[in-house]
Structure formats: structure tokens, C-alpha cells
């Protein structure tokens, strides 16, 4: 079953510009992270925050969450052509065996 | 070894015939987890591995899917009498530990295994 949802599904932008991607879910979470795909193929883990953090930064990347909300963001500041890919939100909850709960992923395109 | 590694990385077979995925985790992980994607989808669960047993295979579409772990390592999924809607890209993927309310780490995923099915 889904659990997070991303929006845009698709994202178009010039290099330099700001990218964000935006998730939601349905039930109370663990943590929740998000993974970068190039081609189709391997997921890369780019970031993971908790249920009781607000806000995350790595290199470029700026992730928000919002429980209250059932929301997070991702924020990709000053974009290049590498960073062209799929971005997936995913989720753990608090039941179960923590395993990850995909979202079908926001495609973003970065122009030169 | 360094990453993931999962064999072969694409597989062309007749419906009907059996294949045999492999998934080798980094060394050390405990956790072990098989999905599978499908074109322009997202993620779908398939099975979680803690160490050798499976405690969760809810995500294995039918009873043609089996998946085994040996040696706490290595990693078969076996898809029996096979079918055009089994059609996809199988990832592997492996993490350091999990468990019931803990908070887990990032998973590291392998590079797939893209199944066609004709």
C-alpha cells in the first residue's frame, strides 16, 4: 500500500534555480527519508529525519517535516544538470518490522 | 564488498521458466530487503530479511515468489513459472539493523535486476 505521495510528479527547472519536491502520508511515522534514483535503476539515500525533528540540511539539500501535517519537503537549492533524477520519499512507521514505505516519486529535470 | 552487489543485472526469459535473483549485502548488515519496481513506479515491498529468517513477507505478490538468506549474507529471491506481469526492475537493498520501534538507518540499495519477461 502507499503510504507517501509526492508532488509535483514531474518537475522542470533551469540550473541555479531552487527545486522542491513536497511528500505526504497517511499514518504516524518513525522517520521518514528520501533517496534519489538516476535512470531507473539503484536508489541512493540522500537524507533521514525523525518524527521529532522539524528540519534538516545537507550540503544543498533542506528537508522539512510536519507531523501535525502528515507532511515533508525537500528543497534542492541552486540545482545543476547532475542532479537530474527521481525523487522518492519513503517512510517508517511505528509498527511493523521498519521497513521502508515508498512514494512513486517526483521526476525533476534540471535544463543547462 | 564495497556496496550491493546483485546478479545478473538483466535477465530475458520465456513465460513459464523459473529464474533465480541474487542479492549479495554489505557485509555486516543484519537487514536484508527485496522490492520491485515496475516502469515509472514507485517501490513495492516484496519481503525483509532480519539476519537469516524472514519476519515479514507480506509484499510477495503469490506463491511462485520465494526468497531465501543463508549465512546471515547472501540473498535468492526465485520467481517459479513465470509471467508477463513479472515483468520489472528487482532491487536489493541492505541496512545496517532495524527493528520494531527503532529508529532505522538509511538503506544502501544494489543496482537491480531488470526482468523481462517474453
Known amino acids: 500500500s502507499q503510504q507517501g505521495e509526492e508532488d509535483p510528479q514531474a518537475l522542470s527547472i533551469q540550473e541555479g534555480e531552487n527545486a522542491t519536491m513536497n511528500c505526504s502520508y497517511k499514518?504516524?511515522?518513525?522517520?521518514l527519508q528520501w533517496y534519489r534514483q538516476n535512470s531507473g535503476r539503484g536508489l541512493v539515500h540522500l537524507i533521514l529525519?525523525?518524527?521529532?525533528?522539524r528540519e534538516k540540511h545537507s550540503g544543498r539539500l533542506r528537508v522539512t517535516l510536519d507531523t501535525s501535517k502528515k507532511s515533508s519537503s525537500l528543497l534542492i537549492t541552486a540545482s545543476r544538470a547532475a542532479d537530474t533524477a527521481s525523487y522518492f520519499c519513503a517512510t517508517v512507521t511505528n509498527s511493523g518490522y521498519s521497513t521502508l514505505t515508498f512514494g512513486k516519486g517526483t521526476m525533476l529535470l534540471v535544463s543547462p | 564488498g564495497a556496496g550491493v552487489s546483485q546478479s545478473p543485472s538483466n535477465k530475458v526469459t520465456e513465460k513459464g521458466k523459473d529464474v533465480e535473483l541474487r542479492c549479495d549485502p554489505i557485509s555486516g548488515h543484519t537487514a536484508l530487503y527485496w522490492y520491485r519496481q515496475s516502469l515509472g513506479q514507485g517501490l513495492e515491498f516484496l519481503i525483509y530479511?532480519?539476519?537469516?529468517?524472514?519476519?515479514?513477507k507480506s509484499g510477495l505478490p503469490s506463491d511462485r515468489f520465494s526468497a531465501e538468506r543463508t549465512g546471515g549474507s547472501v540473498s535468492t529471491l526465485t520467481i517459479q513459472r513465470t509471467q508477463q506481469e513479472d515483468s520489472a526492475v528487482y532491487l536489493c537493498?541492505?541496512?545496517?539493523?532495524?527493528?520494531?520501534?527503532?529508529?532505522?538507518?538509511?538503506?544502501?540499495f544494489g543496482s537491480g535486476t531488470r526482468l523481462t519477461v517474453v
Open positions: 529525519i525523525r518524527s521529532n525533528e
Open positions: 537493498a541492505s541496512s545496517l539493523k532495524t527493528g520494531q520501534g527503532e529508529v532505522s538507518y538509511g538503506y544502501t
Open positions: 530479511f532480519q539476519g537469516n529468517s524472514a519476519p515479514d
Open positions: 499514518t504516524s511515522i518513525n522517520n
